[in-house]
């Protein structure tokens, strides 16, 4: 079955340091997304990709980065890791892009930053 | 900015009671999607509405979009514990725009 998973699961790292979240779907879908999810703020778009080499800055991109070097990855990475940046990050993929079909979401990766 | 607010934020009820979770903006969206997240879990999408004033039935789950096209409901006859969760509305226009979520707990 087609699935979208993340890892790690959990992290703890400390302030200063390079984080990198992995994002894998086998649903072959061009359009990727990571989010954030904090408490009284639901969830918060980052950076999406509508295909390979193509990413774009979502609401809360200060911070972050990611690349598309194929269909199926879209790695996320925190350049200094600050103690704003623990949250829950989650990847998500999409099989159209300007429609209202549903994204997948990964299980998430919960990232503390000491 | 295009915000959704979700009402009411907490919600905790006793199994075979009745509910409804509010979704309201000043925006239009093209159609309205409606996430269960479970703990440790993505969300997950149950029904996506799109024209205004459409009701869709998922079991016990009614989902209705608002005639603009800027509000929806969600009400869930006889609730059980296996309906506990984190229920997110979500608008579609060019990216989605999710509200903050309701979080459920029903009793057993």
């Known amino acids: 079955d087609a699935e979208i998973t993340q890892s790690p699961r959990h992290k703890i790292t400390e302030t200063g340091r390079q984080v990198t979240l992995a994002c894998h779907q086998t649903?072959?879908?061009?359009?990727m997304f990571w989010y954030r999810q904090d408490l009284g703020h639901g969830l918060r778009l980052i950076h999406y990709?509508?295909?390979?080499?193509?990413?774009n800055k979502g609401e809360v991109s200060d911070g972050y980065s990611v690349s598309r070097s194929n269909t199926e990855d879209l790695p996320l990475t925190l350049e200094s890791a600050a103690s704003s940046q623990t949250s829950v990050y989650f990847c998500?993929?999409?099989?159209?892009?300007?429609?209202?079909?549903?994204?997948?979401f990964g299980p998430g990766t919960r990232l503390t930053v000491l | 900015t295009q915000l959704l607010e979700q009402s009411p934020q907490f919600l905790s009820i006793q199994e075979g009671e009745n509910l409804t979770v509010y979704c309201n903006s000043s925006?239009?969206?093209?159609?309205l999607q409606w996430y269960r997240q479970e703990p440790g879990e993505g969300p997950v999408l149950l029904v996506t509405?799109?024209?205004?004033?459409e009701v869709k039935k998922l079991k016990r789950l009614t989902f209705q979009f608002g005639d603009a096209r800027k509000d929806s409901s969600l009400h869930i006859t006889a609730a059980q514990p296996g309906d506990t969760g984190l229920y997110l509305c979500?608008?579609?226009?060019?990216?989605?725009?999710f509200g903050k979520g309701t979080k459920l707990t029903v009793n057993p």
């Open positions: 990709s509508y295909g390979v080499q193509d990413t």
């Open positions: 509405v799109v024209t205004g004033g």
């Open positions: 979500a608008g579609v226009s060019r990216r989605l725009v």
């Open positions: 925006s239009v969206f093209s159609s």
């Open positions: 998500a993929s999409k099989r159209d892009r300007d429609s209202g079909h549903e994204q997948f």
């Open positions: 649903w072959n879908h061009n359009n």
